[in-house]
C-alpha cells in the first residue's frame, strides 16, 4: 500500500529571526503520513540529504528499511535507517525530488519535495 506524505513543517517558509543576517546552511522539513513522520535535513555544503524516520503513535524509530532517493524518475541512492531510523544521502540534486521507504506490512512510505539550486547541486 502506498501512503503518500505531506509537507508539514518547511524552514524555507519560516520568516528569518530578526537581527539575523543571511540564511541557514541547511533547509529541514517534516513530512507526514498516517502515523509515520520523516524529519529530512538539506545541507547545501556538502550537499546531503540526512533524515529520520519514526512512528508517531508510540514513539519509536524504523529501522533497518531500505529507503531510495528518487530525481527525474530515477533511483540515484539507497540506504537502509540505522537503529535510530536515520538515514543519509551524499547527494542532494536540485529539482523533483522523492523519498520512498519500505516499511514493514507491504507500506511505501512517498514523500515529494523540491530541492532548489542553491540547496543541491546539479548532477
Same mark, same amino acid.
Do not use: G, K, Y
Given at each position: 500500500m502506498e501512503m503518500f506524505a505531506k509537507l508539514v513543517f518547511?524552514?524555507?517558509a519560516q520568516p528569518l529571526t530578526a537581527g539575523v543576517r543571511g540564511s541557514s546552511e541547511s533547509r529541514?522539513?517534516?513530512l507526514r503520513? #498516517?502515523?509515520i513522520d520523516a524529519h529530512v535535513r538539506i545541507s547545501s555544503n556538502p550537499p546531503v540529504i540526512l533524515g529520520q524516520l519514526m512512528q508517531r503513535t508510540v514513539h519509536s524509530f524504523i529501522s533497518g528499511v531500505r529507503i531510495g532517493l528518487i530525481h527525474d524518475g530515477k533511483q540515484i #541512492?539507497?540506504?537502509i535507517t540505522d537503529r535510530l531510523g #536515520? +538515514?543519509?544521502f551524499g547527494?542532494?540534486?536540485h529539482g523533483d525530488i522523492r523519498l520512498q521507504?519500505?516499511?514493514p506490512g507491504a507500506r511505501k512510505f512517498i514523500a515529494? +519535495?523540491?530541492v532548489s539550486e542553491k540547496e543541491g547541486f546539479q548532477q
Open positions: 518547511d524552514s524555507i529541514q522539513m517534516v503520513c #498516517e502515523d #541512492e539507497t540506504t #536515520e +538515514f543519509r547527494v542532494a540534486p521507504a519500505d516499511l515529494d +519535495f523540491n
